[in-house]
């Protein structure tokens, strides 16, 4: 029965009703004795196959019971007994050497057309999934309807291997769904003819005959008497080459969706029975492939939310979540940066040579995006995804070793008072390179984001001036300290220091693994925030840019009062003070041009006036399922949805 053979429709109890009672009355002639009482309490049954050769059995299930749209049955744990039923018939069969074909209306799993829309409760879906994975053995298919499309499902062991296939037949109706957020929801009629095998039901082949509206409606007003014909749509294993309709054949079926375009598209077309023929892009693929593969509520969350991130980075995914051992990154293709690391890179580390085999690994995919030319896309993400890595390597190290030998540097040349021109062509360059390391970060940030507008030249500039006029004084200040109270700076950086770190820690990040990296990557931004902005974490900046920068000037006036109040009254250091009045100026400007980067030159700016669209710090983050994988290594993804929150 379907869901909507009842009043009120989806309502259907389980317990014996009139219209159970009635429905099997008029049914009689085709179900035997046993049958009819089974169909008076829940209308479900089970028959043997009227073929004399063959040993099987037709299981029919009121799955109408799980619907959740069914209030009847909400908060029964075996509405009718049906499931208890099931398992002893199927029980029965393995023993009778029997196989089976289990039938029924609304499905479990996930419709392919409504991102997350589930049919089955999920407690009911959980025990269905589990009596299929007892029983597999003597189910020969699963076949069901509801959703008036072509499609089918995956069942699979523990181990990944797969167990059984479900069959969604097309709809006669060509009723389209009110679902809302649904696009071409249709479908023309379809009719499917099973071919199989009568000793095994086997699935041999399945042959779809539909009826094209479009031509039979053109028809109608040209010619009245002529009736519309139906035709042939497809055969099963002549469309996707495959040898039979098995769950072994069908998972072949599944990956040729998941990774050839063509057959994803052929896919795509017979699944609303020719009626949408509009392409199949990333996300209409993660939406068929995830439905298909994934039929647990939990295992379908985190494809889905897996393979949404796949597409961010570029890369094809395929919804896979098999076998407890599976190494995610190589099972999905990850770039490197995703993977989990091996003992040699792990060593690599350890010895210090882990970012000179970063670099070299990046050189050589950027030696193949450059003289490969094919299949050039796929290497282009990785490249991003490497070079962003690196960049985002290169800025630690700079803020860790070349920031504070920066003030060190410096710290010496003041007190000697002498300077030869190539160590204040080294000071120069040293603030530049800084500098130049937020710079570089920012613009492989957008690269690694595909969706986001690269920096324009001119924003370029600007970003790399507000940044060079905000830091220039703050390491002068924190010199200038130095130069006077060495001892005061050893009290002074770790105070600053641990309360960056405990602002990083109130604002929740959650970039690394397991707690102890965790902190380490707080502790190291922590350096970074002494010296210059960094963000990290989703939501909107202003607030948190605006606490920030206060701090700092206030911090860096005192400092810069601290020297002027404890220095000798000498003409040495007289040019000092016109350098440190020029100080406050200059983090002045820096955050005007700041001001004037995000108000005008920010690339969200240049997509409005030409009429694009591009997320911009101050948008809210979208929060992600919290059944969705940690990846491996979550830093990159993390780190950019912090800056610039990911539109799904």
Known sequence: ?????????????????????????????????????????????????????????????????????????????????????????????????????????????????????????????????????????????????????????MFYSDTGSPTSVMFLAPGVTPWKTTLPGVTNGANNPGIRVIEYDPDTLQVLDMVTYYLNLTRANTMASVQEEEFPAWEEEYRLTEAFRVPDGSASSMQAVLERISMDPRYLQQYHELNSVRYDLTPCGASCRVDHVCAIREVDFAKYDEALQLDLRLVELGRPGGCRVRGAGDDWGQALGLPPGLQRPTGLLAALHLLQLGFLFRCLHALKVGWKVCWTKTAVEEEQSRMAFLSHDISMLRLFETFLENTPQLVLFLHGVLRTNKAEPSQGLGICMAFLCVTWSLLDYHQSLRSFLQDKYELRLSSSVIYFLWNLFLLCPRVLAVTLFTLLWPSGMAIHFPLVWLGMFLWVSLQGTDFMESPGPEQLYRATVAVILYFSWFNVAPGRTLGRSVIYHSFILADSTLLALCWLWGQSPSDEHSYLVLLLGAALPCYLLGLLLRVAYYKWLHPNAWAQREGGHDEVDANRLKLRSTSAPALVNRRMRCLAQAQFPVCQ
């Open 1 to 153: 029965m379907g869901n909507h053979d009842f009043h009120p429709k989806n309502q259907f109890p389980g317990r014996e009703h009139r219209i159970y009672n009635r429905t099997a009355e008029l049914w009689r002639a085709w179900l035997d004795d046993a049958s009819i009482p089974l169909f008076r309490v829940g209308a479900f049954y089970s028959e043997k196959l009227p073929s004399p050769s063959t040993r099987g059995r037709m299981v029919v299930l009121n799955t109408n019971l799980y619907y959740d749209q069914n209030d009847e049955t909400a908060g029964e744990e075996d509405p009718a007994g049906q499931f208890q039923w099931l398992e002893e018939t199927l029980s029965n069969a393995a023993r009778a050497d029997e196989m089976v074909y289990i039938m029924g209306h609304v499905p479990p799993g996930f419709f392919e057309k409504k991102r997350g829309k589930p049919w089955f409760r999920s407690g009911f879906n959980e025990q269905y999934l589990r009596i299929v994975q007892k029983h597999h053995r003597v189910i020969a298919a699963q076949f069901f309807g509801h959703h008036h499309t072509d499609s089918f499902r």
